[in-house]
């Protein structure tokens, strides 16, 4: 037998030139988002002082497909078309008969999937005449993201990041720096939002809700600075469809056809990116494949979340959104995986999820990191945490294949490279992530408290 061929590549001119818009095809029709104060449904002006014209048509439209700007694809070339490996070392670690594949968006200028929405969204803002641009960010993926995007149209960055991480990974900050931006440990004192916080809970190692509160309330104060967020939003998971767009090519050079895609979900936008394209396939007859989202059991959104209409930060300053939630209040354990500690999942995520198109599953760190430990011995590459969720999934769906002799063909979406994250895997090393106080021991009891505080919206 032919050995299997260990890397598919795309060449620079097979590259996707446009973005899949899943709302096109929705079967259900998706909730819209309400405005805060009136809770009607929020309109193109809403958005207005916060997005450009380009991503405020994204993110509301219903057009199946939108161009790539040729301006962005010049960028997303200098690590686009991104790597689909077959990973015939661990299957063969597992004597597992499935074929396992992991498409890597670690070759990528931050080491992750982010830049891929980075990169649109500081080029429309530029078109726009915006000059700065605000963010906030958990372990430092989105912010170096953004600053990197910044960089490629001379704007200003502006970044919040969360204490905990701010703490713990200075690497990310000096790579923000790198870039040109200017990053503040959130809370901060710059704020009204941070400066509430600060009072009620001193000494906070902070969260994603709170450094989006600060970053909003510095953007709406400039009419030359915006906001850009790194997942949730449609027109964010609307960039990632490259992700998918690009593994259909590369399945197809292969002859392959895919039963299961898994990818892990914090905001959900590597997730989307990889799965809707194949969602759109599955619609039109053509493939049938289970389609898993794997996030943290420190912070459930989708397996332990209630699905209904919640701010997406912790001021209450965002529109509400309907999504899976555990409550904009919840604050959830500092988890080596920052990018996974978000109390709500994007609204067309949840959307799916709760209308049976996707499947969901948790996982504690330790499973995680021991997976990724593994996958770093077969493979030579070292998953972010946040990735090892999904690799988690992989190795356990490997396993099972072993067991049961069947020949699936399993995607898994690795979003980003651990080099930046080696303290998390020393702890791993260490034995430190065993006990179970290294998740969140008392779940239930702040799950009790956060969803108890969802907003009331009359009825939709
Ligand atoms: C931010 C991040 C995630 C989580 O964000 P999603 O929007 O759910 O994709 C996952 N993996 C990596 C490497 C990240 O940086």
């Known amino acids: 037998m032919d050995a299997p061929q260990h890397r598919i ?8 030139t ?3 818009n899943i709302v096109a095809d929705l079967p259900e029709p998706l909730p819209p988002m309400l405005h805060p104060g009136t809770h009607e449904p929020v309109g193109p002006e809403d958005l207005a002082p916060l997005f450009p014209p380009a991503l ?7 057009e199946r497909y939108y161009d790539i700007p040729e301006e962005v694809q010049e960028v997303y070339r200098l690590w686009r078309p991104s790597p689909l490996i077959r990973a015939t ?11 396992l594949y992991v498409k890597y968006e670690g070759v990528s200028p931050a080491g992750s999937h982010k830049p891929n929405s980075a990169v649109p969204q500081a080029y429309y803002n530029h078109q726009a005449g915006i000059t700065r641009l605000t963010t906030e960010t958990g372990a430092g993926q989105w912010g170096a993201s953004l600053a990197f995007a910044c960089a490629q149209y001379a704007m200003e960055c502006e970044v919040w990041q969360v204490a ?14 790198t870039f040109g931006a200017q990053v503040h440990r959130s809370p901060s004192d710059l704020t009204e939002a941070g400066r509430v916080i600060q009072a009620s809970h001193p000494g906070t190692t902070g969260s994603l809700g709170i450094a989006i509160s600060e970053a909003v309330e510095a953007a709406v104060q400039s009419p030359t600075t915006s906001y850009a967020l790194g997942s949730v939003l449609n027109h964010v998971l609307l960039h990632q469809t490259i992700i998918g767009e690009e593994t259909l090519l590369q399945l197809a050079k292969v002859g392959e056809t895919p039963d299961l895609l898994i990818g892990c979900t914090g905001g959900g936008s590597n997730f989307a990116g990889l799965a809707f394209p194949f969602l759109r396939e599955t619609w039109a007859g053509r493939m049938t494949p289970a389609l898993r989202a794997v996030e943290p059991a420190a912070c459930p959104s ?7 209409y919640d701010f997406g930060d912790v001021a209450g300053m ?3 959104m309907k999504m899976h939630t555990l409550g904009s209040g919840f604050m959830p354990s500092a988890i080596h995986a920052g990018g996974l500690r978000y109390h709500g999942m994007a609204p067309l995520v949840s959307h799916l999820y709760h209308h049976g198109h996707l499947e969901a599953v948790a996982k504690e760190q330790a499973e995680c990191f021991d997976a990724g430990a593994l996958f770093a011995r ?7 945490p946040e990735s090892t969720h999904a690799i988690a999934e992989l190795v356990a769906e490997g396993r099972r294949c072993a067991e049961s002799g069947e020949e699936k063909v399993v995607v898994v979406g690795l979003s980003g490279h651990g080099h930046l994250e080696l303290p998390a895997y020393g702890d791993h090393t260490a034995g430190r992530l065993r006990s179970s106080a290294a998740d969140d021991p008392d779940l239930d009891a702040h799950l009790r408290g956060s969803m108890a505080a969802l907003p009331e919206v009359r009825a939709s």
């Open 18 to 20: 446009r973005w899949y």
């Open 318 to 320: 965002t529109p509400l």
């Open 89 to 99: 070392r661990l299957e063969r670690e597992l004597g597992t008969p499935a074929r």
């Open 302 to 308: 989708l397996t332990r979340g209630t699905y209904a």
């Open 9 to 16: 590549t795309l060449a620079e001119s097979e590259m996707p």
């Open 164 to 177: 905990g991480s701010f703490d713990s990974k200075p690497y990310r900050r000096l790579m923000m720096e």
């Open 378 to 384: 077969c493979e030579g590459i070292i998953p972010a």
């Open 56 to 62: 405020i048509e994204q993110e509301l439209g219903t």
